[in-house]
């Protein structure tokens, strides 16, 4: 079994000089080596990707964290048939426990940590995994047979061997808790962050190139995301199919900025959704959306939606507050958590109310001009910065010489809380 190492983290970075981060950084990374297996989270664009590329990224730059990555070699069979499709799973499942086993005992770290669920069995050395999730427990309907039988099978075996379970909210925390039944001292709440360098208020100057790269000239509402079953993008469609008939909706869009992802179907009934409504012309599917054109799209944008069903976080919904867009999202899961006062709250499966809610905002420039305000200040206690500071504390605690609550309750994420 082959394995990769990506050369470009494993140097150590310093913390910062200047007077500033110094009085943030209560936490010191030096001399600390951990690897994170990029095995799921390294090809996943969204998620647990955004995820495991922003704190990797804080946990060097502002803690002086070694941090090192590897990752499965990519099968040379990429067709889309089921038997290749098996092959490259199995390929997977393979390295992941046996060629990620090989990596530890050559680069012999501290620790290791595996963002994505799922990890080796058989650690040669202390282990923390991250749940976002347990969605596909509460929605297994949601989820491709071969996906639900790895993930029913290994997020329990890796969330016993862990030493550790960081979960990214105190929803997720709960959902850990009743259904993999593990110790509370074990499950530690790390919220997740937005980058407010990126994500913030622009100028139209600053996002008329990529308006006009998209093609997005008349106002939209916009969705972040995968075009997953649980996302509830048809009830969404289905609101706005109400507002054309009461003529309430004018020339807007819907802009789904999100693609396909495997064992995730979803995709066929948001097709099925448009057609039967007939809102071929309003709604554009901009696919995968690369991450510097995000922040302008994010501005673009009326409001941003998340009528979801479940998520472990929701990372939408801090990135459009730290953009001053106004938004809209689900009243359940882990969105009330994040979203606090400053988002207007709806339950999922009500169309009516969704319809309300957009007609509402959408209408009323002073009602969106407070919830900017409301959603901007919400989004500043939301930083990687403390993501990583808070992960780091997890660490120190599984290796015996940290601080962190034995509990296992919330490390925030700063003031958002």
């Known amino acids: 079994m082959g394995y990769k190492v990506d050369s470009e983290t494993t140097e150590k970075r310093p913390v910062g000089s200047d007077g500033e981060e110094q009085a943030t950084t209560d936490l010191d990374g030096e001399g600390l080596h951990v690897v994170w297996d990029m095995t799921h989270a390294g090809r996943i664009r969204t998620g647990t990707g955004v995820y495991a590329q922003n704190v990797t990224a804080a946990l060097q730059k502002t803690f002086g964290v070694c941090v090192s990555t590897l990752i499965a070699p990519r099968p040379l069979d990429h067709r889309s048939s089921l038997p290749a499709r098996a092959m490259r799973g199995a390929h997977q499942v393979m390295w992941t426990q046996f060629g990620l086993r090989a990596g530890l005992r050559r680069l012999k770290p501290d620790l290791l940590h595996a963002p994505a669920f799922v990890s080796t069995l058989v650690p040669p050395c202390p282990l923390v995994v991250t749940i976002h999730d347990m969605a596909y427990v509460r929605f297994p309907q949601?989820?491709?047979?071969?996906?639900?039988?790895?993930?029913?099978?290994?997020?329990?075996?890796?969330?016993?061997?862990?030493?550790?379970?960081?979960?990214?909210?105190?929803?997720?925390?709960?959902?850990?808790?009743?259904?993999?039944?593990?110790?509370?001292k074990k499950v530690h709440v790390v919220l997740q962050g937005v980058d407010l360098q990126r994500f913030r208020p622009l100028s139209g100057l600053a996002t008329e190139g990529v308006a006009r790269r998209y093609g997005l000239d008349t106002p939209f509402i916009l969705h972040v995301g995968n075009l997953a079953a649980r996302k509830n993008i048809p009830t969404l469609l289905s609101a706005v199919f109400r507002l054309k008939r009461a003529h309430s909706w004018g020339a807007r869009k819907v802009v789904?900025?999100?693609?396909?992802?495997?064992?995730?179907?979803?995709?066929?009934?948001?097709?099925?959704?448009?057609?039967?409504?007939?809102?071929?012309?309003?709604?554009?599917?901009?696919g995968h959306v690369p991450d510097d054109d995000l922040p302008a799209i994010y501005n673009l944008a009326d409001a941003v939606v998340m009528p979801t069903l479940h998520e472990g976080?929701?990372?939408?919904?801090?990135?459009?507050?730290?953009?001053?867009?106004?938004?809209?999202?689900?009243?359940?899961?882990s969105i009330p958590e994040v979203a606090g006062d400053a988002a207007i709250l709806v339950d999922p499966k009500d169309v009516d109310a969704w319809a309300g809610a957009l007609s509402r905002v959408l209408?009323?420039?002073?009602?969106?001009?407070?919830?900017?305000?409301?959603?901007?200040?919400?989004?500043?206690?939301?930083?990687?910065?403390?993501?990583?500071?808070?992960?780091?504390?997890?660490?120190?605690?599984?290796?015996?010489?940290?601080?962190?609550?034995?509990?296992?309750?919330?490390?925030?994420?700063?003031g958002g809380r």
């Not at 989820?143 to 029913?152: N, V």
């Not at 862990?162 to 259904?179: C, G």
């Not at 801090?318 to 009243?331: L, Q, S, T, Y």
Request: positive net charge; aromatic residues 8%; contains cysteine.
């Open 363 to 414: 209408s009323n420039r002073a009602l969106r001009q407070e919830m900017a305000e409301r959603g901007l200040a919400r989004a500043r206690g939301f930083t990687w910065e403390n993501t990583a500071r808070n992960t780091l504390a997890v660490y120190r605690h599984v290796l015996g010489n940290g601080s962190h609550s034995d509990s296992g309750g919330a490390a925030s994420a700063g």
């Open 256 to 286: 789904l900025a999100g693609g396909v992802s495997p064992g995730l179907p979803g995709y066929a009934d948001i097709e099925a959704t448009v057609e039967a409504l007939g809102l071929e012309t309003d709604v554009v599917f901009l």
């Open 142 to 184: 949601h989820y491709s047979k071969p996906w639900l039988w790895y993930t029913r099978l290994l997020v329990p075996l890796a969330a016993r061997r862990a030493r550790a379970v960081i979960a990214v909210s105190e929803h997720a925390r709960r959902d850990v808790l009743r259904y993999l039944r593990l110790p509370p």
């Open 313 to 333: 976080f929701g990372v939408p919904v801090i990135e459009g507050m730290a953009c001053g867009r106004p938004v809209i999202a689900a009243d359940t899961s």
